[in-house]
């Protein structure tokens, strides 16, 4: 099936069309399979993730020690860590598939981190156990990444401009925090999972996971402040299941 | 000066009667005559050419350092080879360039600037000078150029740790270099190679100073006085005296460092410190106490490293100039005032280091009277030219160089 | 051999005083009250040290020239007095210029560093972390919050660990990337550090200190000129030391209290 897994920043994403035309692609094929023969097609589980209570500010990000990156920006660039939405939407939440999917070996198309003008593009990077990584560095200076890991090996490698990309995977899942020990306020998220069926919430909250054969499955949220939620979702022949996640959130 | 009593002459005859029983049969093999040797001069021979080692390696670091301040963003060619890690592509990190500037520190100061003038040529030429057969502790000799040549090779086994060489500097100031990898790469394993290193080394100078003192006051030969020996015999016990108090200092610091950095010890980090998002889980240490520690051996160490210079250049000259040297006795009184003073002034590495600025102007009064002494000394020297007549050898030239760089 | 020294050596003194009298290189302009007394030892020093090295150069210079053997046989002198008059020289000259530079120079070091802020002094904490230098304004309460290391989170810029949700007096501090400050008044910083060593250098200002891990280190001055200079950090904390850095902007007093408004606004 095809999936996006890098969500652009603002607009709506391709993918939301793209699985709405899908979605009712298969809700057609399986009202035709229902007719008789098994339903081998596969079906959706789409939501929406919003928050309760007053979460942080997104807060303008002062670069003025890098000059060479804050005049990449003619508007500071906003704090990352909550990103919120219209309507109490919750962005960059990562909500995949912890239970019921069977496994399948990882991609082999390398995830790509940037670092430019002094940020983390994507701010969550969502890449399975074992799938490549390639870290680019696309601004004047040094930066260095320092994942964070608890559970696979921590490393910290600088990257001055000019470097090759630097290879990464990773052997267990895990929710890896991310930081340039060089520029304090980047940060990131690696998102490790065991399962090719993730998706990131948008900046208005929509996400969806698609290619999933009819069966019950445990859907997990994780945002890197407000915590995780799971919920259980049966995928039917014809319907497209949904979930909808709400996070409480904190303001400090 | 001269001593004449009749039971120190006994005593003299005593002494050098025991080190003649201790002295060791002549070498048989090519392991005991050139590897293993208790010989002062092949021990001297050996310090040397580990010194010549340390400072081609020092060298080269210092090329590596001076091409990428010149060429920053250039990749090195071969660098990407032999440094995947730390210059991927070639192209120099900066925990690299820290990493080659923190060793090449080492390297220079510890193992060439201390072992060369003062191990080195001292061991080969000292007893020579005093008349002895040998040192006084000739397997001490040779068991302390062995424990600084595993020094050396634990240093260098640092540049290989996955983590990479420290970078905290030759001076390693704590909490960077007490707090593990968290504080950045190469504080790991290497890090703790260089503190063990450090302390080998400081056991290595610690018995070689012993041995120098020993020599010196045991060992002078029938009638060699302690007036009538020669500047530079004269310097490297000065030298001794003063490293065996600045390298026992050391070597506890080392200990005390590698107690923070493995047994979960605080004694130079405080509490609540957070490096790379962790809250680290010590406290009750002061990182002034490492600077203390280390600078009340630093200030002594730089003496170390140029008293023996002095003495040589104060015995060199006098030959070529065809005239003694002036005012030896006011020389030999300076050295000694110089090495006193030297335990004195070593808060002025610390002036601004957060100590009360009151301690900025006690630490001061030493450092600028230390100069009277080390004035006079120059004086001297100039003085000697006085009225003699020079011939300009290679090694004249290179001690009326050493004038005009004092 | 010897007269070519000789030259040598007296000409690379007179380059090097050249270099150092024609002040081809020199401090950058002081912005600072006290600066003035930093400087004037520094040339107080350059000169008294100058001469002595001048004059002991080109002696040098002189008896190697001089004393070179020539093959006539002629007798060798002792320097007059021997070595009475090297000590004399050395005590009382050099002696006396110790007496003064210690005299006036602990006056200056007790103008900055022994000296009580004014006590309408500008308080403004500063922290200083692998790899950047944060500032920290009272704000209209005129109080600090209390800080609390494991509520740091840069990614939030919660740079200080402050505890607004149940610290009113952390609620209304204004975190700053940028030193920016009135001009003619007098500042008052106190300099923690995060996590290792790092220092607080403005050159311009002739001012530099270390921050301590575990200690809180007061520091003060009064800028005089309206500039933007960069503070570096001047103690080895890492691998982004070389980058480590923020910028001092000091302001007419009606730009700062505007610019204070706007801060207090995004925090």
Not at chain 1, 113 to 130: F, N, S, T
Not at chain 2, 69 to 98: R, S
Not at chain 2, 119 to 134: C, H, S, T
Not at chain 3, 237 to 244: E, I, Q
Request: aromatic share 10%; hydrophobic share 45%.
């Amino acid at each position: 099936m095809i999936y996006l897994t890098h969500t652009p920043k603002n607009g709506v994403p391709m993918q939301t069309k793209l699985v709405s035309s899908l979605a009712l692609l298969a809700v057609a094929t399986s009202a035709i399979g229902a007719l008789g023969r098994p339903a081998a097609t596969a079906g959706t589980i789409s939501g929406h993730v919003t928050y309760t209570g007053t979460p942080p500010k997104m807060r303008p990000i002062d670069m003025a020690k890098e000059p060479s990156c804050a005049k990449q920006h003619s508007t500071p660039v906003m704090t990352e860590s909550v990103v919120t939405g219209p309507a109490n939407a919750l962005g960059n939440v990562v909500v995949y598939i912890s239970a019921g999917a069977q496994s399948s070996a990882p991609p082999k198309e390398a995830v790509r981190y940037d670092q430019k003008g002094c940020e983390y593009i994507p701010h969550v990077a969502v890449l399975q156990v074992g799938q490549p990584m390639g870290i680019y560095n696309d601004d004047q200076t040094s930066h260095n990444i320092h994942p964070l890991a608890k559970v696979n090996p921590e490393w910290n490698k600088s990257q001055p401009p000019g470097s090759p990309p630097i290879k990464a995977t990773y052997d267990k899942p895990e929710f890896i925090a991310v930081k340039c020990n060089v520029h304090p306020w980047m940060h990131g998220t690696f998102a490790v999972l065991t399962t090719d069926h993730h998706a990131l919430s948008a900046q208005d909250g929509t996400f969806s996971l698609e290619g999933l054969p009819p069966g019950k499955y445990t859907v997990t949220a994780w945002h890197e402040r407000f915590g995780t939620q799971t919920q259980e979702v049966t995928v039917g022949g014809g319907k497209a299941a949904t979930a909808d996640f709400v996070f409480k959130a904190l303001p400090y | 000066m001269r001593d004449t009593s009749a039971q120190s002459a006994a005593y003299r005859r005593e002494t050098s009667e025991k080190v003649a029983l201790l002295k060791h049969a002549p070498p048989e093999g090519f392991l005991r005559k050139y590897v293993f040797s208790l010989d002062h001069k092949v021990i001297g021979k050996q310090y040397l050419d580990l010194a010549l080692a340390a400072v081609v390696t020092g060298m080269v670091l210092s090329w590596l350092m001076r091409f990428h301040l010149a060429f920053p963003n250039a990749a090195v060619p071969g660098l990407g080879k032999l440094a995947p890690n730390a210059a991927a592509g070639g192209i120099m990190t900066p925990e690299l360039y820290l990493s080659l500037m923190t060793m090449h520190g080492t390297l220079m100061v510890f193992f060439v600037l201390t072992t060369a003038p003062f191990a080195g040529f001292g061991n080969f030429v000292l007893p020579i000078q005093v008349g002895a057969e040998d040192m006084a502790f000739p397997r001490f000799n040779m068991m302390s150029f062995w424990v600084t040549f595993l020094a050396f090779m634990v240093l260098i086994a640092a540049f290989f740790v996955p983590e990479g060489p420290p970078l905290s500097g030759w001076t390693a100031y704590a909490p960077l270099s007490a707090l593990g990898k968290d504080a950045g790469p190469g504080q790991g394993t290497g890090q703790t190679l260089w503190a063990v290193s450090i302390a080998l080394f400081c056991v290595g100078q610690l018995l070689g100073a012993l041995n120098f003192i020993a020599t010196t006051l045991d060992l002078r030969t029938k009638g060699m006085t302690l007036s009538r020996m020669p500047f530079s015999t004269w310097a490297w016990f000065i030298t001794s005296v003063i490293g065996l108090i600045a390298f026992s200092v050391l070597l506890p610091a080392c200990v005390l460092l590698l107690l923070d950095r493995l047994a979960g010890t605080s004694f130079f980090i405080p509490a609540g410190l957070v490096v790379s998002d962790k809250l680290q889980p010590h406290a009750g240490g002061s990182p002034l106490l490492w600077q203390h520690l280390f600078w009340f051996f630093g200030h002594p160490e730089v003496y170390i490293a140029i008293l023996p210079g002095f003495g040589i250049i104060s015995h060199i000259l006098p030959v070529f100039a065809r005239k003694p040297l002036l005012g030896p006795k006011v020389f030999l009184a300076c050295l000694i005032a110089i090495a006193f003073l030297s335990y004195t002034v070593w808060g002025h590495h610390m002036f601004l280091s957060g100590m009360n600025p009151l301690s900025a102007t006690l630490f001061s009064v030493p450092t600028l009277i230390i100069t009277i002494p080390a004035t006079i000394v120059t004086l001297l020297w100039i003085g000697t030219l006085y009225g003699a007549r020079l011939r300009f050898t290679t090694a004249a030239c290179s001690v009326l160089d050493s004038y005009r760089c004092s | 051999m010897g007269k070519l020294f000789a030259v040598i050596v007296a000409v690379i003194t007179v380059i090097s005083a050249t270099i150092f009298m024609t002040r081809i290189w020199w401090l950058p302009t002081d912005i600072s009250v006290l600066g003035v007394g930093i400087d004037r030892q520094m040339s107080e020093t350059m000169i008294s040290a100058g001469v002595l090295f001048v004059v002991s150069q080109l002696v040098l210079a002189l008896f190697v020239w001089q004393y070179g053997d020539r093959g006539d046989g002629r007798p060798i002198k002792i320097f007059p007095g021997g070595a009475a008059p090297m000590v004399l020289f050395a005590t009382i000259l050099v002696g006396a210029e110790i007496v003064v530079l210690s005299l006036v120079g602990t006056k200056v070091w007790a103008g900055i560093f022994l000296s009580a802020p004014d006590p309408k002094a500008l308080r403004i904490d500063v922290q200083a972390e692998q790899f950047a230098f944060y500032f920290r304004y009272p704000g209209r309460d005129g109080k600090f919050g209390t800080l609390h290391p494991d509520l740091i989170d840069d990614g939030n810029n919660n740079f200080f660990g402050l505890d607004p949700a149940n610290d009113t007096t952390a609620r209304d501090d204004i975190v700053s990337a940028s030193l920016a400050i009135p001009v003619n008044q007098p500042i008052l910083l106190t300099l923690h550090a995060k996590d290792v060593g790092h220092a607080f250098y403005v050159p311009e200002l002739r001012i530099q200190q270390d921050f301590v891990p575990g200690l809180v280190i007061p520091l003060h001055f009064t800028a005089t000129k309206v500039v933007k200079k960069e503070i570096v950090c001047t103690q080895l904390c890492g691998l982004g030391h070389y980058n480590m850095r923020a910028y001092m902007e000091v302001m007419p007093e009606n730009q700062f209290v505007q610019w204070m408004e706007d801060q207090a606004a995004q925090q």
